[in-house]
């Protein structure tokens, strides 16, 4: 990040930053740990950074539409972080007309922009898009990092948007991005007591909705693979529950080989090499592995109690799972070998559907205590336990690419309650509802796109 830049953070953006190295350092060595700085906090103000985005230059054959779009999407990925506001471009004192013309920051600097996005679309002679941007920081009148071009169908223009997005967030707060991305979820619709739930992806900012194919039947859990364009999932053809696989590119669905007893709760291991799941067989409900390779299966546990919902660590030698076999619902940590499970949940009430930070540093899950659920995060031992939401139904946490906000599910109350998606970073703010084109429930995101 351009150090000048980084100054002009407030203290809602440092709080953001305070927070995040806080949770960096969960499981780090005290030789390991980031310096410990010491502040005080008299008074909070939420200013994010001002950014200057006007609308796309139109070039050689482009369309009017697309190059305010794309200005427009940008616009919004930046917003929903919280981290950042666009100015409105009423109160821009100039237009650029060409993208190689010299910036005349006088004109930026007095609206108080404090970064400069100015981007250009053309069409290439092959017909392709041609789409190109820089940054620049306003006081110091110099670019951030270097212009970037891109050349893609026309189409795409949205995904661009997205790439661009990415960009200016990773130059901008030293992050990892996670606007080009996708999220796939359940649909739902219908009244509450005979709703259709449908498989359906889109968008991590809920453009580009599709359902996807399937037999007619009850679908729950899906779950990308870290490294195809695949999904797994749970679905009831068979009238009892199953795992399935489905290729994204052409919507065609397989089974896990013969498993015997009921099979759910998959998730891939970050290699996509495994899954991990519950089979229940002899009335007992144990976690499993099983290799796709081979479609060797080995068990993990073995206990009278419920075990369900496991999670792979990022390196893949550790599993997060829920389980009752201590008499009530709470987290425990086993390898991805197998061997004795240890607890890392000791506060009121109950744990459920934990899912391990694509970072490794923390672990989501969801909570129930004294009639309110809750999405929190602790660290990988159990410690520091924070919840960021509280509702009549929060479930389902699911990370972003970058380990820096959560989706989850919200359901209202009452005979017309239903489900919608939302997200909130981890440390608990910006918390805002995911437009959909139905109700929605279990998201699960994608890594980022190729």
Same mark, same amino acid.
């Given at each position: 990040?351009?150090?000048?830049?980084?100054?002009?953070?407030?203290?809602?953006?440092?709080?953001?930053?305070?927070?995040?190295?806080?949770?960096?350092?969960?499981?780090?060595?005290?030789?390991?740990?980031?310096?410990?700085?010491?502040?005080?906090?008299?008074?909070?103000?939420?200013?994010?950074?001002?950014?200057?985005?006007?609308?796309?230059?139109?070039?050689?054959?482009?369309?009017?539409?697309?190059?305010?779009?794309?200005?427009?999407?940008?616009?919004?990925?930046?917003?929903?972080?919280?981290?950042?506001?666009?100015?409105?471009?009423?109160?821009?004192?100039?237009?650029?007309?060409?993208?190689?013309?010299?910036?005349?920051?006088?004109?930026?600097?007095?609206?108080?922009?404090?970064?400069?996005?100015?981007?250009?679309?053309?069409?290439?002679?092959?017909?392709?898009?041609?789409?190109?941007?820089?940054?620049?920081?306003?006081?110091?009148?110099?670019?951030?990092?270097?212009?970037?071009?891109?050349?893609?169908?026309?189409?795409?223009?949205?995904?661009?948007?997205?790439?661009?997005?990415?960009?200016?967030?990773?130059?901008?707060?030293?992050?990892?991005?996670?606007?080009?991305?996708?999220?796939?979820?359940?649909?739902?619709?219908?009244?509450?007591?005979?709703?259709?739930?449908?498989?359906?992806?889109?968008?991590?900012?809920?453009?580009?909705?599709?359902?996807?194919?399937?037999?007619?039947?009850?679908?729950?859990? #899906?779950?990308? +693979? %870290?490294?195809?364009?695949? !999904?797994? @999932? =749970?679905?009831?053809?068979? $009238? *009892?529950?199953?795992?399935?696989?489905?290729?994204?590119?052409?919507?065609?669905?397989?089974?896990?080989?013969?498993?015997?007893?009921?099979?759910?709760?998959?998730?891939?291991?970050?290699?996509?090499?495994?899954?991990?799941?519950?089979?229940?067989?002899?009335?007992?409900?144990?976690?499993?592995?099983?290799?796709?390779?081979?479609?060797?299966?080995?068990?993990?546990?073995?206990?009278?109690?419920?075990?369900?919902?496991?999670?792979?660590?990022?390196?893949?030698?550790?599993?997060?799972?829920?389980?009752?076999?201590?008499?009530?619902?709470?987290?425990?940590?086993?390898?991805?070998?197998?061997?004795?499970?240890?607890?890392?949940?000791?506060?009121?009430?109950?744990?459920?559907? #934990?899912?391990? +930070? %694509?970072?490794?540093?923390? !672990?989501? @899950? =969801?909570?129930?205590?004294? $009639? *309110?659920?809750?999405?929190?995060?602790?660290?990988?031992?159990?410690?520091?336990?924070?919840?960021?939401?509280?509702?009549?139904?929060?479930?389902?946490?699911?990370?972003?690419?970058?380990?820096?906000?959560?989706?989850?599910?919200?359901?209202?109350?009452?005979?017309?309650?239903?489900?919608?998606?939302?997200?909130?970073?981890?440390?608990?703010?910006?918390?805002?509802?995911?437009?959909?084109?139905?109700?929605?429930?279990?998201?699960?995101?994608?890594?980022?796109?190729?």
């Amino acid at each position: 990040m351009d150090k000048n830049i980084k100054f002009k953070f407030t203290l809602y953006t440092l709080a953001c930053v305070f927070t995040l190295v806080f949770f960096t350092n969960f499981g780090m060595s005290q030789e390991e740990q980031a310096p410990k700085i010491k502040m005080t906090v008299n008074k909070g103000v939420i200013k994010p950074m001002s950014i200057a985005l006007p609308a796309f230059i139109k070039e050689e054959g482009a369309n009017t539409i697309i190059s305010r779009e794309l200005s427009k999407v940008i616009s919004n990925n930046l917003n929903g972080t919280g981290l950042f506001k666009t100015i409105a471009q009423t109160a821009y004192l100039d237009t650029p007309i060409s993208f190689n013309t010299p910036v005349q920051f006088d004109n930026w600097s007095i609206i108080n922009a404090d970064v400069l996005v100015i981007g250009a679309v053309g069409i290439n002679l092959d017909g392709r898009l041609e789409v190109k941007f820089r940054l620049w920081d306003v006081s110091q009148q110099k670019e951030i990092g270097k212009g970037k071009k891109y050349l893609t169908k026309q189409e795409s223009w949205r995904r661009i948007s997205h790439k661009i997005s990415d960009t200016i967030y990773e130059r901008l707060t030293g992050e990892s991005p996670y606007f080009d991305s996708r999220v796939v979820f359940v649909s739902e619709t219908g009244p509450k007591n005979n709703r259709l739930k449908r498989l359906a992806i889109m968008d991590q900012d809920g453009a580009n909705f599709r359902f996807l194919k399937h037999p007619p039947s009850l679908v729950i859990a #899906p779950r990308f +693979s %870290p490294t195809d364009n695949e !999904i797994i @999932f =749970t679905g009831y053809e068979t $009238g *009892k529950p199953n795992v399935y696989l489905m290729n994204l590119d052409n919507d065609k669905i397989s089974s896990l080989g013969n498993l015997t007893g009921m099979s759910f709760a998959p998730r891939f291991s970050m290699d996509g090499k495994k899954i991990v799941l519950s089979i229940t067989e002899g009335g007992n409900t144990d976690i499993f592995s099983i290799n796709l390779g081979t479609l060797e299966r080995r068990r993990l546990t073995s206990n009278i109690g419920i075990d369900t919902a496991p999670s792979f660590s990022p390196d893949g030698k550790n599993i997060v799972f829920e389980s009752d076999r201590g008499g009530g619902q709470q987290l425990y940590i086993i390898s991805s070998e197998g061997g004795d499970a240890k607890r890392i949940s000791f506060g009121e009430g109950k744990y459920a559907t #934990p899912v391990w +930070s %694509p970072r490794g540093d923390l !672990i989501a @899950f =969801t909570k129930i205590n004294k $009639g *309110k659920f809750h999405i929190g995060v602790m660290r990988v031992d159990g410690s520091k336990e924070r919840l960021l939401t509280t509702s009549f139904l929060d479930e389902g946490p699911a990370w972003s690419p970058n380990g820096r906000v959560i989706m989850f599910f919200r359901e209202t109350p009452g005979k017309a309650g239903a489900p919608s998606i939302y997200s909130i970073d981890i440390s608990g703010r910006n918390m805002k509802k995911i437009k959909t084109a139905s109700f929605a429930s279990d998201p699960n995101w994608s890594p980022l796109l190729n």
